[in-house]
C-alpha cells in the first residue's frame, strides 16, 4: 500500500519561503512520478510541479517553485521563494505514472491528506 504523507505547511508572511515535504512509503514504483498540488479556497486543484525519474524530467508552473526528491529517504520536496497571497491553499503530493499529465485522471493517482499553506500580505 503506497502511503504519501505531506508536512510543511504553515502561515508565513508575503515574500517568505517555504519548503514542503512529501514522504513516501510502500512499494513506489520507478514508472510512478511524484507530483504536488494546491487547492485555493474557491478553486480547482491544480498541478504545480512534478518530477519524473524514470523520464528524467521535472515540470513546475512558476519559476519561485522547485521540486526535488531525496532518494535514500524517499521523500519529495517542494521549496516555495517569494511566496505570494495568491500562493494560499492546500497543498497536496500524489504519486502514479501519469502525475505530470495535466489530462490524467487523478482517480487514478495515490493521494496524501494536503497540508496547508496561507500567505498573509
Known amino acids: 500500500q503506497l502511503q504519501l504523507v505531506e508536512s510543511g505547511g504553515g502561515l508565513v508572511q508575503s515574500g517568505g519561503s517555504l519548503i514542503l515535504s512529501c514522504a513516501v512509503s510502500g512499494f513506489l514504483s520507478h514508472s510512478y512520478a511524484i507530483g504536488w498540488f494546491r487547492q485555493a479556497p474557491g478553486k480547482e486543484r491544480e498541478g504545480v510541479a512534478c518530477?519524473?525519474?524514470?523520464?528524467g524530467s521535472t515540470n513546475i508552473v512558476d519559476s519561485r517553485y522547485a521540486i526535488y526528491k531525496d532518494n535514500f529517504k524517499n521523500t519529495v520536496f517542494l521549496q516555495m521563494d517569494s511566496l505570494k497571497p495568491e500562493d494560499t491553499g492546500i497543498y497536496y503530493c500524489?504519486?502514479?505514472?501519469?502525475?505530470?499529465?495535466?489530462?490524467?485522471?487523478?482517480?487514478?493517482?495515490?493521494w496524501g491528506q494536503g497540508t496547508q499553506v496561507t500567505v498573509s500580505s
Open positions: 518530477i519524473n525519474d524514470s523520464e
Open positions: 500524489a504519486a502514479g505514472p501519469k502525475v505530470c499529465y495535466s489530462d490524467a485522471d487523478p482517480e487514478d493517482h495515490h
